[in-house]
């Protein structure tokens, strides 16, 4: 597997409170990724990295925030988690060019009650 | 956007047969498409990929077949083995930034 690890690795949170996850990446790979993964729906994409400081938003980004300080590290924040987002999250990295690759963390369960 | 979509949602093949999914996307400008595998209580493997100006491409057991013109292709799976089985997602370049696309995914179970 790739370099990347996530945490935590499973989280029970409440409804209101805020939560942030962590995905690091040893590849030195320029783009990042956060997916949740639900039932039914496969992956779909909440936010992006394309550098430091460089984010953009996926097609299910309501109520998630994104933060990438350096290369290695891309959070995912949920600033008052609701039980919708009650998910499996992975993160995933690519590298430069138009190589395309995503190669994925282990994932981080997380319930909201 | 680029939409993707995978049929069929659930495959059950006896062991030692073939198995093929198949996957049309939307947008003509796509010219990455990756298969990954997804064990239960894994992440999703990429398995094998393909790219537009390529017709097929195999490795062992697997191949993947892409038809531009019609906007699909397939994951064609021989003498499958109870290893085999877990849920198949396919995927389509959408955009820049190396951005995919994914299907909902398809189960397949491999009956020993």
């Known amino acids: 597997d790739a370099g990347i690890t996530q945490s935590p690795r499973h989280k029970v949170t409440e409804t209101g409170t805020p939560v942030t996850l962590r995905c690091h990446q040893t590849e030195n790979h320029r783009y990042m990724y956060w997916y949740r993964q639900d039932p039914g729906h496969g992956l779909r994409l909440i936010h992006y990295?394309?550098?430091?400081?460089?984010?953009d938003k996926g097609e299910v980004s309501d109520g998630y925030s994104v933060s990438r300080s350096k290369t290695e590290d891309f959070l995912l924040t949920l600033e008052s988690a609701t039980s919708s987002q009650t998910s499996v999250y992975f993160c995933?990295?690519?590298?430069?060019?138009?190589?395309?690759?995503?190669?994925f963390g282990p994932g981080t369960r997380l319930t909201v009650t | 956007g680029e939409n993707v979509e995978q049929h069929p949602s659930t495959l059950s093949v006896q062991e030692g047969d073939s198995a093929v999914i198949k996957c049309t996307y939307s947008d003509s400008a796509s010219n990455y498409f990756p298969w990954y595998k997804q064990e239960l209580g894994k992440r999703p493997q990429l398995i094998i990929d393909?790219?537009?100006?390529?017709g097929e491409k195999k490795d062992q057991r697997i191949a993947v077949t892409l038809n531009k013109t019609a906007k699909h292709f397939s994951l064609h799976i021989t003498e499958t083995q109870p290893e085999d089985s877990a849920v198949y997602f396919c995927?389509?370049?959408?955009?820049?930034?190396?951005?995919?696309?994914f299907g909902k995914g398809n189960q397949v179970v491999v009956i020993p």
């Open positions: 393909i790219r537009s100006n390529v």
């Open positions: 995927a389509a370049s959408s955009g820049g930034n190396n951005r995919l696309a």
């Open positions: 995933a990295i690519s590298g430069s060019g138009s190589s395309y690759e995503q190669y």
């Open positions: 990295s394309y550098g430091v400081k460089d984010t």
